[in-house]
């Protein structure tokens, strides 16, 4: 049984920075491609990033190159998300997703992966 498991969330201040992290078990992490989006209340999700098996990592749109890093320690069965700059309007649940097809690559989007864990909240005040 697959479990995603988001944390390091929280309240920060604009300008603050935040680093989340994902475990993942009951599969080879080192071989399935990763990845982050988030959801603000009332608002669509948003593809944030994602890192291939290969731990190649992109990103979505323009707006998340420069302050969102992904990355993934597969001795750890870990992924991450490193945040700067944080500012209110990324406030949102993140969420890290996870597919089945293994040496897969990164989708056009994340909503075609299978898994996802709970998310882990992250509020910016201003």
């Known amino acids: 049984q697959v479990q995603v498991v988001e944390s390091g969330g929280g309240l920060v201040q604009a300008g603050g920075s935040l680093r989340l992290s994902c475990t993942v078990s009951?599969?080879?992490?080192?071989?399935?491609?990763m990845g982050w989006f988030r959801q603000a209340p009332g608002k669509e999700r948003e593809d944030v990033s994602c890192?291939?098996?290969?731990?190649?990592?992109?990103y979505y749109s323009d707006s998340m190159k420069g302050r969102f890093t992904i990355s993934r320690d597969n001795a750890k069965n870990t992924l991450y998300l490193q945040i700067t700059s944080l500012n209110p309007e990324d406030t949102a649940m993140y969420y890290c997703?996870?597919?089945?097809?293994?040496?897969?690559?990164?989708?056009?989007?994340?909503?075609?992966?299978?898994?996802r864990g709970q998310g882990t909240q992250v509020t910016v005040s201003s």
């Open positions: 997703a996870t597919d089945t097809r293994k040496y897969g690559y990164c989708p056009d989007t994340l909503a075609r992966f299978t898994y």
């Open positions: 009951g599969l080879t992490f080192d071989d399935y491609p």
């Open positions: 890192i291939s098996w290969r731990g190649s990592g992109g």
